[in-house]
């Protein structure tokens, strides 16, 4: 019989070092680009969708870089106080890896960066466990929306549906979501098939270092927030 792969022996030691040298090659990676570049920001992320970051990230590359991964990597590549810090104020750009939270690194003009990210917005699905913005109650009577081969699975889902003549019907209202409250499976997939869009991946800048200066964007954060974080 073939060998099983479950079965195959990993050396912990062998995965360790690969580990390290893949964090040590990120350390690198930031640092060098952090002498290439003239400016860096930190900027939040809301709802990441993959695909679409992905697009922008490319429209960007020519004059600019992204890291994303972990802060606690980004925060000693960068430098974690005054006296590690790689380039003058670079830890306090550290002090900010928070969170959901990525490197911006780049020759762009100021005011072309946050146009950019201010204009950057994509609405989606929203997934499980989102927290839904608006409340979505269906009223009895028929879904004509639906196909009658759908009312199986909308009955798995929770809803009171029966078919009436073939078509798909809500024998009493049915409430899909609350506003403010997180989504369950069965809401998230309703909402899909509704075509109903309650998640929107935004990018969201939190501050800006450059040789001459800092300055932060985010709403209640100061000087001092830094020097503390």
């Known amino acids: 019989m073939p060998k099983s792969k479950r079965n195959k022996i ?17 350390v690198n990676s930031i640092r060098e680009a ?10 939040a992320f809301e709802n990441m969708r993959n ?8 429209q960007l590359k020519s004059s600019s870089r992204f890291f994303l991964g972990s802060n606690k990597v980004m925060q000693v590549a960068l430098g974690r106080s005054a006296s590690d810090e790689i380039r003058p104020g670079l830890y ?12 911006f690194l780049t020759n762009m003009p100021r005011e072309e960066v946050e146009s950019l990210f201010n204009k950057f917005e994509e609405n989606d699905f929203a997934r499980t466990g989102s927290i839904a ?3 979505v109650e269906l ?18 889902q929770g809803m009171p549906v029966r078919l ?7 024998v009493s209202d049915f409430v899909v979501c609350e506003e403010g409250k997180p989504l369950s499976p069965e809401s998230a997939r309703i ?15 939190i501050c800006r270092w450059s040789p001459e200066d800092f300055e932060l964007y985010k709403e209640g954060l100061d000087e001092s927030d830094v020097e503390c974080a």
Not at 34 to 43: C, G, P
Not at 164 to 170: C, D, R, S
Request: charged content about 35%; overall charge positive.
């Open 10 to 26: 990993v050396s912990l030691s062998k995965t360790k070092k690969k580990g390290k040298e893949h964090k040590e090659s990120i």
């Open 51 to 58: 695909l679409k970051f992905k697009e922008f990230r490319e």
């Open 34 to 43: 952090a002498e290439s570049y003239n400016s860096i920001y930190v900027f």
């Open 92 to 103: 306090k750009v550290s002090k900010l890896m928070r969170g959901d939270a990525g490197l």
């Open 164 to 170: 009436n003549k073939g078509v798909v019907e809500l």
């Open 133 to 135: 913005t608006e409340k």
């Open 191 to 205: 909402l899909r098939l509704l075509g109903i869009k309650m998640a929107t991946f935004r990018l969201n800048l």
């Open 139 to 156: 009223l009895e009577g028929p879904l004509d929306q639906f196909t009658h081969e759908m009312e199986p699975f909308l009955r798995k």
